[in-house]
């Protein structure tokens, strides 16, 4: 994996989702497994909400969290680590777009790094339109400067979103 600077650490922030074969047990896995990247640490987890599916495809509802990590990997190499989590626990991609999964792990913020590139967006470009990042990444983060939108906590909530629901 590459180690942007030994003597630094990056702070980034990981939001996971599930709504397959026991999503909250799915999320409790997939944090211990956020534990255990190499030049990473898990320094908080939000809550877990239930939310309504997003994209108007029928299927159960999602149960979703934010990660708070602290890395010395750069953003690709912990994108990569995300989606061999991803795998390790079942995830095929090529399926249904905003389709049901079993875990869905998306790299929301790293740092102050920007980036559009194939395979790497960041910050995650659904940060401020989707309630079911937006709400567990103010219970970690309120004061989160996210490049290019600003403070978190200054984001507005979309009213307008589905049903979203803290539930642990």
């Known amino acids: 994996m590459s180690v942007a600077n030994k003597n630094h650490w990056y702070p980034a922030y990981v939001g996971l989702g599930s709504n397959l074969?026991?999503?909250?047990?799915?999320?409790?896995?997939?944090l211990d497994l956020l534990a255990a990247i190499p030049e990473t640490r898990l320094i908080a987890s939000s809550s877990l909400y239930r939310s309504a599916p997003f994209?108007?495809?029928?299927?159960?509802?999602?149960?979703?969290?934010?990660?708070?990590?602290?890395?010395?990997?750069?953003?690709k190499p912990l994108l990569d680590a995300l989606q061999q989590i991803e795998k390790m626990r079942g995830r095929e991609r090529g399926g249904?777009?905003?389709?049901?999964r079993v875990l869905d792990l998306d790299l929301l913020v790293h740092g102050s790094?920007?980036?559009?590139?194939?395979?790497?967006?960041?910050?995650?470009?659904g940060i401020a339109e989707r309630n079911f990042v937006l709400l567990p990444l103010l219970e970690v983060a309120p004061g989160l400067v996210i490049p290019g939108l600003g403070c978190a906590a200054a984001i507005p909530v979309n009213r307008d979103e589905p049903r979203i629901s803290r539930i642990a």
């Not at 074969?21 to 997939?30: F, I, K, R, V, Y």
């Open 96 to 100: 249904v777009r905003w389709g049901p």
């Open 55 to 75: 994209g108007g495809i029928e299927q159960p509802d999602f149960v979703n969290a934010v990660a708070a990590l602290l890395t010395r990997l750069r953003a």
């Open 113 to 125: 790094h920007q980036a559009n590139e194939p395979g790497l967006i960041i910050p995650h470009p």
């Open 21 to 30: 074969d026991g999503p909250a047990g799915q999320l409790e896995s997939a």
